[in-house]
């Protein structure tokens, strides 16, 4: 059996993984709406078997990154 591969995880200040209903409510929108934009891409994510799970600050990034956007 060869050597198994371990892929390094930055350590967060919370280290907290939240779950897609929560995350669907801190974006205001619906959790298929947030299942949508990871599988797509355009939302970081993590899954955990077949859960997604979410840092906040990647909602936080995409928060901003959005409303920047919107404002110019």
Known sequence: MGAQ???EIPV???NHLIPAADAAERLGCTEKMIRKMALDGRLPFVK???LLRFRPEDLES????HFTAAAR
């Open 5 to 7: 591969r371990h892929r």
């Open 48 to 50: 955990v078997g077949s």
């Open 62 to 65: 995409f928060i901003e990154a």
């Open 12 to 14: 967060t200040t919370t």
